[in-house]
């Protein structure tokens, strides 16, 4: 998956149901709201609630650094 890929539009968390942005290379999406990731394997998201996986605050705030200001949450600093 690439960062220009059209399915990115489309996919959403399952359990917000909100946008979700792809970390490069790493190769996993990330929900910045609630700090879980998903997995992508063989080029397929996988999406399901129990995928998911909580990243601590530490690592949270890692991953911000390297979003653009347009990825982040509204109420993370930009």
Same mark, same amino acid.
């Given at each position: 998956?690439? +960062?220009?890929? +059209?399915?990115?539009?489309? &996919? ?5 149901? #909100?946008?979700?942005?792809? &970390? ?14 998903? +997995? ?7 999406? &399901?609630?129990?995928? #998911? ?10 991953? &911000? ?14």
């Amino acid at each position: 998956m690439t +960062p220009d890929d +059209p399915l990115l539009k489309i &996919l959403a968390c399952p359990i917000d149901k #909100g946008p979700l942005t792809l &970390l490069v290379p790493d190769d996993v999406l990330y929900n910045p709201r609630l700090h879980r990731r998903y +997995p992508i394997l063989d080029d397929i998201p996988q999406l &399901l609630p129990s995928s #998911g996986e909580q990243v601590t605050e530490t690592e949270h705030e890692a991953i &911000l650094r390297r979003l653009p200001p347009d990825a982040r949450p509204p109420d993370e600093p930009r």
